[in-house]
């Protein structure tokens, strides 16, 4: 099954003109959601799980971004920003069973490269409506996705 993710945001990076490929506006247009569909990126990503994405920001190494399939540029996918080589990124996905990365279609340009995921909200899933519960969902749904230098290093000694 091919991944996919679903962008939402203020204004879709397709729809603007001339390929500029980032949102326009002031400071809140830069941000947007994303819909995780697959589970290249688990355990740090779900399917089901939101992201809130930022656009033009500067991408480093571990990083999850969200970019364009270089092979199928309608389709988004979101990896973990590895390390810079010639031509662009090299990408990796979390979940090691699942190639659909670098090892498969090489480095991506920058050009691809569309967001950088700055925030994670899992969805609830089967809890109850108690207080307590609530406030257990919250406290582990919410997280801030930040680049994980020791995550990058161990995927480029494999």
């Known amino acids: 099954m091919p991944e996919r993710v679903d962008e939402r945001g203020p204004e879709r990076e397709r729809e ?3 390929g500029a490929g980032r949102p326009r506006g002031g400071p809140l247009r830069a941000f947007g959601l994303a819909e995780v569909y697959n589970p290249s990126m688990v355990p740090t990503l779900q399917p089901g799980d939101q992201l809130v994405v930022q656009y033009g ?3 480093r190494p571990g990083d999850v971004v969200v970019l364009r399939h270089p092979f199928r540029q309608d389709l988004l996918i979101v990896k973990r ?10 990408v990796r996905g979390d979940n090691p069973y699942v190639e659909n990365d670098s090892r498969e279609f090489g480095t ?3 050009e691809l490269v569309i967001a950088r995921a700055r925030l994670r909200v899992r ?8 207080p307590g519960a609530v406030l257990s969902w919250a406290f582990s749904a919410v997280r801030l996705l930040r680049a994980d230098r ?9």
């Open 57 to 59: 920001v500067a991408v």
């Open 81 to 90: 920003a590895v390390e810079r080589r010639d031509g662009g990124w090299w």
């Open 150 to 158: 020791s995550l990058s290093r161990r995927l480029r000694a494999r």
């Open 123 to 130: 969805p609830p899933r089967g809890i109850q409506r108690s």
């Open 16 to 18: 603007l003109p001339g």
């Open 108 to 110: 991506v340009p920058d």
